[in-house]
């Protein structure tokens, strides 16, 4: 069981869903605080899903606020730098770019790219820290190798 | 003692709150504290960010509050000016521009801020460099960038110690002091005393560009001597802005127009060589934000402001009827102190402060009064202005002028002895019931007031400041003495110094740099003989004795710098017989000694010593004697002193001009040439002026 959560996390490194930040929070992780990258992980989820949000709004207006929207996703990608989840940065970081360049067109392909990877990464943590918690907490603390 | 090390401020900064343990993670030996237990208050709107950041930060061992909006941690740093050693920002956040507030953060507190933010863009992190974050973190935050913060904060400490005049590199300090102590006198770094005056806040400079020399410059005018050393040294030029400098600043900008002054302009006005365009116009920004903040303070008119803050009046602002208020304003600005004081005194004496602006009439003694009660207003405020101060530029030291900020100004103008006593009193109380011994002795020894008190205090508090002996800041019953510390110097780091300079020499250097910085110091200080209590228990005896006539003088030296440093001062202008530091004060002796005929050896020397120290808050304690001869800004002081007892006077006027000079006062005594140049304590008098 343990061995499949550390092949299961290995695999998110070894795709590029998450990166060297991951580790950086598991580290973080002991035995006074054993869940502590869940929880920041419950943490960002729940967040990011406002941000998506009030993107999805500002972008369903119509009224391309660019300004706004970087701000927005300038927010996203700051949170999503901090857990580790790499993917979805790559796409911040493109729709920063699109705003810039003012390409509206642009900016909803990306975010709906975002969207994607976003929901992605959340199904596949959610799966890996289920089994992680029923593995035992050690594993999980663990870094891949 | 505090020796330039650093960290020992910190050590003790963040043992004196958190009692850490001595090993300190940083593995600095002075800094036993260090860093475990550091005070981080971290604000970022990201819910993530901040959770990670306050796990990273725990496990570093540190203590972590979190914010999610920049006003609630504004306001938290407001109600517990101490309660915190650094802070972490980020850049973007909704409610308020992090860089906004990186800026009231460093005006008010004094902390060091370090920004963070997942933009790296070199436009970003140079808006961090130039609006004075000490540091800039890229998100992801990783630990190891963390680990390290505590490096600014005794950083910090140290370039606070040392007085920001002298720029130099945080390992300057060690070199700071000898530079310092080459000049042995007060001239230049007046507080560097030889002890140890870590300039080492090298990162804090916001625009110390200029380095010291030119502080040096500015002092050596006064001093007349060598403050080039320092020049050699200064390692980097870091612009200190003394009481002088600052003084010179206001005076142009007043000329100017408040509105209209423009760095180019004021640079022209203020003629001082070495000074360039960007520090004025750093300066004339911190100076300008100083002054709003003035003026929701109730008429920061400048009150009490020491020139320095109220730029708009110029010179000392109107004492007339600010003098209650005044003190309050200065106290908020810190540098009011200084100004109250001078405009104290000229209201006292009648003279027209160089204030002027509002006709400070008000009876000196009035003033005084209101003074001290303000101390504790002011100390309040004041401390928040040592803190922006202190951050930025140690130079505000308050225009020594007003030092006395923390010192009644009453001192120099006839200071209500009765009202420094109280505060005295209450320094000696917290002291030990030194003070209170001094108080009586000082208010005995000086006519005019107080001011010996408060020199004493102050010198203990200089002294002590190195012993600790009196909890610094929270041993001040009237927090006003100790706002000093807590004014100018970053919370913890006031503690620190008291602590760390044990050692008193060293502290007294320190507190000298530190004592640039808190040039409002003295306007907290109106307890300042709290602030001495602070530190000196130990020196609260010797200053007591020396008080009489440095009371005053500790009070400046002590309020301008930083509230520590100027206790050091203080303390160490006492206690020229205490030697050590007394090389310190014995130059703030000199000061001291007309003031106070009692211990004008000691006092004076230790004033003299002080003021040398306060170099560069010293431009004010010079500015003291100038005020006093010349009746420049401090015009009002120079004859309070005159008027009131000369060695009240003379010690408050020193006190508050130069922290430092009450040092080099009491290093006059020993034997070190007092800076007194400048006042030229000869009016006065103080029959022994070691000077």
Redesign the interface.
């Known amino acids: 069981m343990q061995r499949q959560v550390a092949l299961i996390k290995q695999s998110l490194f070894d795709q590029g869903y998450l990166d060297e930040?991951f580790m950086?929070?598991e580290?973080?992780q002991d035995d006074a605080?054993p869940n502590?990258v869940e929880?920041?992980s419950a943490?960002?989820f729940k967040?990011?899903a406002r941000l998506i949000n009030n993107i999805d709004q500002a972008l369903e207006r119509g009224s391309f606020d660019f300004n706004r929207l970087d701000?927005y996703m300038?927010?996203f990608?700051?949170?999503s730098?901090?857990?580790?989840a790499s993917k979805v940065k790559t796409e911040c970081t493109k729709f920063r770019e699109y705003c810039r360049a003012g390409n509206a067109e642009g900016c909803l392909r990306t975010f709906h790219q975002l969207k994607k990877e976003h929901s992605t990464l959340r199904k596949k943590l959610e799966h890996y820290f289920q089994l992680a918690r029923q593995a035992g907490p050690k594993e999980t603390a663990r870094r891949p190798k | 003692m505090m020796n330039p090390s650093h960290g020992r401020g910190l050590g003790s900064a963040g043992g004196s709150s958190s009692g850490r343990n001595q090993v300190g993670g940083g593995g600095e030996t002075v800094v036993e504290m260090f860093p475990s237990g550091l005070r981080v208050l971290v604000v970022d709107d990201d819910p993530t960010c901040l959770m990670i950041l306050e796990r990273m930060l725990r496990t570093c061992l540190y203590e972590v509050t979190k914010c999610n909006r920049a006003e609630l941690a504004l306001s938290l740093l407001r109600k517990n000016k101490h309660g915190f050693d650094i802070v972490i920002s980020d850049v973007h956040m909704p409610d308020m521009d992090g860089f906004k507030l990186l800026e009231h953060v460093g005006l008010e507190m004094d902390l060091p801020v370090i920004m963070m933010s997942a933009d790296d863009s070199k436009s970003v992190v140079l808006k961090g460099v130039t609006h004075g974050a000490v540091d800039y973190l890229i998100k992801p935050v990783r630990m190891e960038a963390l680990k390290n913060i505590w490096q600014h904060v005794v950083r910090k400490r140290r370039s606070e110690w040392s007085v920001p005049e002298h720029s130099g590199s945080i390992e300057e300090t060690g070199d700071r002091q000898q530079q310092q102590h080459r000049g042995g006198n007060a001239a230049v770094s007046g507080g560097e005393d030889a002890v140890d005056d870590n300039s080492s806040s090298v990162n804090e400079g916001n625009n110390w560009r200029s380095n010291s020399r030119k502080r040096k410059d500015e002092d050596g005018e006064e001093q007349g001597d060598d403050k080039d050393e320092d020049a050699s040294n200064l390692k980097k030029p870091r612009v200190v802005w003394s009481v002088e400098l600052h003084q010179q600043f206001v005076a142009a900008v007043n000329q100017l127009g408040v509105e209209k002054a423009v760095p180019k302009k004021i640079l022209e006005l203020m003629n001082v060589p070495g000074l360039t365009r960007e520090n004025v116009a750093s300066h004339l920004q911190k100076y300008r934000i100083y002054l709003r903040r003035l003026g929701g303070v109730s008429q920061h008119q400048g009150n009490l402001n020491n020139s320095f803050m109220t730029g708009q009046d110029a010179s000392f602002g109107p004492l007339s009827t600010l003098n209650g208020f005044d003190l309050q304003a200065l106290a908020v600005t810190g540098q009011l102190p200084a100004q109250s004081l001078a405009q104290l005194q000229a209201a006292g004496l009648g003279r027209p402060t160089m204030v002027s602006k509002s006709g400070l009439p008000v009876s000196s003694i009035v003033d005084e009064r209101s003074i001290f009660s303000f101390d504790n207003s002011k100390t309040r405020f004041g401390e928040g202005l040592g803190h922006h101060h202190g951050q930025q530029q140690p130079q505000q030291q308050q225009p020594q002028m007003n030092l006395l900020h923390g010192v009644p100004t009453g001192l120099q103008q006839q200071l209500p002895l009765g009202n420094r006593m109280s505060i005295q009193q209450q320094i000696a109380a917290v002291r030990a019931g030194h003070n209170v011994q001094n108080s009586g002795m000082l208010m005995q020894s000086l006519p005019r007031g107080p001011p010996p008190m408060l020199t004493s205090s102050q010198s203990s508090i200089r002294q002590p400041m190195l012993s600790n002996r009196i909890p610094e800041r929270s041993g001040f019953s009237g927090r006003n003495n100790v706002p000093e510390s807590s004014r100018v110097l970053p919370t913890g780091y006031t503690n620190h110094l008291t602590t760390q300079h044990s050692s008193s020499s060293l502290a007294y250097n320190n507190f000298q740099t530190e004592l640039p910085v808190n040039s409002f110091p003295l306007a907290s200080a109106p307890g300042l003989s709290a602030v001495p209590v602070r530190k000196t228990n130990s020196y609260q005896e010797e200053v007591n004795s020396s008080e009489a006539g440095f009371a005053t003088p500790s009070y400046d030296m002590f309020t301008t710098r930083q509230n520590d440093w100027d206790l050091r001062s203080i303390g160490i202008a006492f206690d020229s017989h205490q030697d050590a530091e007394s090389a310190a004060f014995s130059n703030s002796e000199a000061f001291s000694s007309s003031s106070m005929s009692r211990n004008n050896n000691t006092t004076v020397a230790a004033t003299e010593h002080v003021r040398n120290h306060q170099q560069q808050p010293h431009p004010g304690m010079v500015q003291n004697h100038q005020v006093y001869a010349d009746g420049n800004s401090g015009s009002v002081r120079v004859k309070s002193e005159r008027v009131a007892a000369d060695s009240a006077a003379m010690a408050f006027h020193e006190q508050y001009s130069n922290q430092e000079d009450l040092m080099s006062a009491l290093l006059k005594q020993e034997g070190i040439a007092p800076v007194d140049g400048e006042f030229d304590f000869d009016a006065y008098s103080i029959d022994n002026i070691p000077v």
Do not use: A
């Open positions: 930040q950086e929070l580290e973080l605080n502590f929880e920041v943490l960002y967040d990011s701000n300038h927010q990608k700051g949170s730098t901090s857990i580790g």
